[in-house]
């Protein structure tokens, strides 16, 4: 059979069809769900990271620097493991949850980074006019530097939320049933008989995803910077 | 208005201000002349504490806005006969310990030692009479800087918010006036520099010294009674430069006090009644501006003013 012939049979299929969309729904969930947990942790170390030095942040700030360290220091192949196998080796704990985690907690270090770098790289003066007209640090914070630094930290969550879509496709090597695992087993001996065909569709399914999502990123990007033109 | 008593402030081991005393009365007019990095612009980011001073006092009216140092408040002093014994056994501690004398010495470690210790041993009443005197005398330094106006070298308008949004932003947020009350605050102020067609553009979209104007109408929105300027000029080209002067000159003829950090001799000596040149972390000079620009007496101002004018 030529390449066409298993194409047609894979589109045509409603066994290799019904696997490819339980793969698509668990990638897709494994990093909406990944991407949630990563915004809200890496937001809320990035607070924490650019709080100023105090000696009851010193901790929660030593903890933070730690745990960006680690985390971005090593891979996420081996983060994967250690939570599978080791931390959450629990009988019947669905690794579904697992893997959420362990890319949650990898994107917090990667979102904390980028926000800290966006709020950073909001000029140091927008924060002293507002100071000095007696606003409260937490309301220049809140109205003046935060809105700016978003437009600034877009981009870079888009690329982070790319990465990590393309990521969890590691997940198959802890059994978990995503898109990539998916294509593997409707390829194996005894089913298509060929990895190439389920491989590339998978692969567009991937860039459609990607796809999807660089558009919406480009579209509230073009709606922040409505204000200000250059 | 605006009391600075014997400033110090260290950037790490940069000792930009040396002890700078002044006064800013009423309806003053003072500008503040040097070469750069004698610590004019410091001064001015002291007096509402956008850096804090290392040492030193401010005060707005008869609010003190640095920190109480508890040793120099008769009612702690009092508490503290036990300073002179204490500061002698810790020195005595350390010399026995092998520590340097430099540790020991530097003025903060000494306060910090005999602040721990005296609370030690005074106990509650220490706590006490420091929290009474914080509590009478040091105000909330956000309701300080509404009264104390600021105009930047970059101008600083928010950038996320057009021209009324930078000006209502504080009035609102604060609520010292409604919505209503601010936007017609904001509206009177802009016609009053003409841009009130400017009202809803972003401050991209403006030019520097339409950027400036609009900084200085956004600090009078507060209703100030002190405002000072951070090298209003220094940033500008030079044909925006007058437009800007033009307004501030306004609003020293309506009687506003101000205090103005510039390079601009020839308006520093127009509209100042008072000019202060610094060198060194010190003022060096003081007085009207014609005894400081026609006979100064220091070397280093007589200097300064022959290289620039």
Known sequence: MNFFDKLIELFSSAKYMESMFKGLGATVLISAAAAV????????????????????????????????????????????????????????????????????????????????????????GQTEAG??????????????????????????????????????????????????????????????????????????????IVYLLTFVIKMIERRLRAGDKR | MISVKDIHKKFGDLHVLRGVSCEIKDGERVAIIGPSGSGKSTLLRCMNLLEEPSGGEIWLGDSLLTPIDPYQHADIIRLSNTYATLLAEERANAANAGKTAAVLSSEICERIIHGRLLKKREGKAFATALKACEKQKRIDINLARRNMGMVFQHFNLFNNLTVLGNMMLAPVELKIMSREEAEATAMRLLERIGLSDKRD?????????????????????????????????????????????????????????????????????????????????????????????????????????????
């Open chain 1, 37 to 124: 947990l990563g915004l809200i942790l890496g937001t809320i170390v990035a607070f924490v990271t650019i709080a100023k030095d105090s000696r009851a942040m010193k901790l929660p700030k030593l903890l933070c620097n730690i745990y960006i360290t680690v985390i971005r220091g090593t891979p996420m192949a081996l983060q994967l493991f250690i939570m599978v196998y080791i931390i959450f080796a629990i009988k019947g704990f669905p690794e579904m949850i697992t893997a959420i985690l362990a890319f949650g907690i990898n994107s917090g270090a990667y979102v904390a980074e980028n926000i800290r770098a966006g709020i950073l790289s909001v000029d140091i």
């Open chain 2, 201 to 309: 553009v972003y401050p991209s979209t403006l030019s520097g010294g339409q950027k400036q104007r609009i900084a200085i109408v956004r600090a009078l929105a507060m209703n100030p009674k002190v405002l000072l300027f951070d090298e209003p000029t220094s940033a500008l080209d030079p044909e925006m430069v007058g437009e800007v002067l033009d307004l501030i000159r306004e609003l020293a003829d309506e009687g506003m006090t101000m205090v103005i950090v510039t390079h601009e001799m020839g308006f520093a000596r127009e509209v100042a009644n008072r000019v202060l040149f610094m060198d060194g972390g010190k003022i060096a000079e003081e007085g009207t501006p014609e005894e400081l620009f026609e006979h100064p007496c220091n070397p280093r101002t007589q200097q300064f003013l022959k290289a620039v004018l």
């Open chain 1, 131 to 208: 100071r000095a007209l007696g606003l409260p640090g937490r309301t220049t914070m809140l109205r003046i530097v935060v809105p700016q630094a978003i437009k600034n930290v877009i981009p870079a969550i888009g690329n982070e939320l790319i990465a990590l879509i393309k990521e969890t496709s590691i997940v198959s090597m802890v059994s978990v049933y995503d898109l990539t695992m998916a294509a593997k087993d409707i390829g194996s001996g005894k089913n298509l008989a060929s990895y190439l065909v389920p491989m590339l569709v998978a692969a567009l399914f991937y860039l459609v």
